[in-house]
């Protein structure tokens, strides 16, 4: 991965996050310290933003046990239930 910030988080990976946790986009703005309008201004990608702003944002899906994949081939997020106190299956 490249340290530019679309390397970082891009709209779709964002919206993946979100949607695995089931949050609202004030939900996503709470977390990670950041205004609800960066939120929306990032999940409609009207960047460039701010590698620390993204870094918020991850850091908010990491500490839930969701990780951001952002590759040039693909996009998305997945999630630890281990992480989360979840059972693991198997």
Known sequence: ???????????????????????????????????LETVLRIEQGAGPFKQGTLTKLCDAFAAEGVDVVVEPARSGA????????????G
Do not use: F, K, Y
């Not at 991965?1 to 709470?30: G, I, K, V, Y």
């Not at 997945?78 to 299956?89: E, K, N, Q, S, V």
């Open 1 to 35: 991965m490249t340290s530019s910030d679309s390397q970082l988080l891009n709209p779709e990976a964002c919206r993946a996050a979100r949607a695995l946790l089931r949050w609202s986009m004030r939900d996503l703005a709470a977390a990670a310290g950041v205004s």
């Open 78 to 89: 997945t999630i630890d239930h281990r992480a989360r106190g979840g059972a693991a299956d």
